[in-house]
């Protein structure tokens, strides 16, 4: 088991910053890979970012490139979502998800099925 949770949301004006962190705990040896998600009211939970925990192999969705970073601290079993030049469209739940069978490549192919989530935090973007 793997257990996740998130910190860092907030309401933020359009245009600022916030860092989302998700801290793990329990078999976290075994993860492969950890990524972000979020899912706005109304609609789908979407893929934003993701990272292989041994190679730090990045991949982002087109909405939050070049404006959002992720990043792994693998001493403190963290991941870490910075979000600069935040929209309101950016408004959402985000949560963490944890890999540990499908393998380190889960962060090219995101849609594939997540082993671990957390309980998400809430992120909200004012204009």
């Known amino acids: 088991q793997v257990h996740l949770v998130e910190s860092g949301g907030g309401l933020v004006q359009a245009g600022g910053s916030l860092r989302l962190s998700c801290a793990a705990s329990?078999?976290?040896?075994?993860?492969?890979?950890m990524g972000w998600f979020r899912q706005a009211p109304g609609k789908e939970r979407e893929f934003v970012a993701a990272?292989?925990?041994?190679?730090?192999?990045?991949y982002y969705a087109d909405s939050v490139k070049g404006r959002f970073t992720i990043s792994r601290d693998n001493a403190k079993n963290t991941v870490y979502l910075q979000m600069n030049s935040l929209k309101p469209e950016d408004t959402a739940v985000y949560y963490c998800?944890?890999?540990?069978?499908?393998?380190?490549?889960?962060?090219?192919?995101?849609?594939?099925?997540?082993?671990?989530w957390g309980q998400g935090t809430q992120v909200t973007v004012s204009s």
């Open positions: 998800a944890a890999d540990v069978t499908y393998g380190h490549t889960i962060v090219v192919v995101p849609s594939s099925p997540w082993d671990y």
């Open positions: 329990g078999r976290t040896f075994s993860i492969n890979a």
């Open positions: 990272i292989s925990w041994s190679g730090g192999s990045t």
